[in-house]
């Protein structure tokens, strides 16, 4: 494996350079020092909000490329790079679709803030972590506000109790399984592979010259923009089937094993 013409890496988060605390290494921290003397860009793609991304990489936020809520849209250094948000009514059919389904709880995503029903303590404080800045509202039909996605929980499982309702939109959304608990519905070209390819555009960086990592189905468009792309040990089937290579999970430094190798090539 020869990582010598490697110009971009890119990185989801959650299950990936996140470990299972939610923590970024403090080894991560010195290896992207390395990065930034080799000239190499460093992209977070998230389904995160970009507030909640920036929080855990707020030491190098002035420094790296955001793409959050799974390529909705993208940032640099306060730049807006992509945008590709939901189209009201697709929002509201989405919702109209939910309020048929038991236990789910829809939250709408802008760029910067997040807003929600205020019908569950419990999942309130469920989101605060992957959510930073959030409004509770009284109807999130009558919001008419810009919307990157919609994200959607349930407790249990959200292949099993979420996505057979919505399924269908992928004639014309895209639907995404992004976590155990989580689908997120978006504009078709709002996914991290869209927002990777534009960033790659700017940058004038190929596939052959770009390294991901990724765990889940949210990443998978993404890993197709790169010859090195890595699945997590902990990553889905579907992710490790896609994925060019293997590398060790988020809990044993699988990010930080492969950007060292990277950084101690001469």
């Not at 990185?11 to 923590?23: P, V």
């Not at 507030?51 to 990489?57: A, P």
């Not at 709880?105 to 972590?129: D, I, M, R, T, W």
Request: proline share 2%; net charge negative; hydrophobic share 40%.
């Amino acid at each position: 494996m020869d990582l010598s013409q490697i110009k971009m890496v890119v990185t989801d988060m959650d299950g990936t350079l996140l470990n299972s605390n939610h923590e970024v290494s403090d080894y991560f921290f010195e290896l992207f020092k390395e990065l930034r003397k080799r000239d190499i860009v460093f992209v977070a793609a998230s389904g995160r909000q970009y507030n909640s991304i920036v929080d855990k990489l707020d030491s190098i936020k002035d420094d790296i490329i955001v793409i959050a809520e799974n390529g909705g849209f993208a940032m640099q250094n306060g730049t807006e790079l992509v945008s590709t948000p939901l189209d009201y009514d697709a929002k509201n059919e989405v919702l109209e679709i939910l309020e048929n389904v038991k236990d789910v709880h829809p939250v709408l995503c802008g760029k910067q803030n997040a807003y929600l029903l205020g019908n569950s303590k419990e999942f309130e404080n469920k989101l605060s972590e992957y959510y930073t800045a959030y409004e509770v509202l009284d109807d999130l039909k009558a919001f008419e506000g810009e919307v990157m996605k919609i994200a959607i929980y349930h407790f249990k499982n959200s292949e099993e109790y979420i996505y057979p309702s919505v399924k269908h939109l992928e004639a014309y959304l895209k639907v995404k399984v992004s976590g155990e608990n989580w689908v997120d519905v978006s504009d078709q070209n709002a996914h991290k592979g869209f927002a990777l390819q534009k960033v790659q555009e700017q940058y004038g960086v190929s596939p052959e010259q770009t390294l991901v990592f990724g765990d889940y189905n949210n990443d998978l468009e993404m890993l197709a923009m790169a010859d090195y792309s890595f699945a997590m040990a902990n990553a889905h089937p579907n992710v490790k089937k896609a994925a060019n290579y293997m590398t060790a999970s988020n809990d044993n430094f699988g990010v930080e094993m492969i950007l060292e190798k990277l950084t101690s090539m001469s």
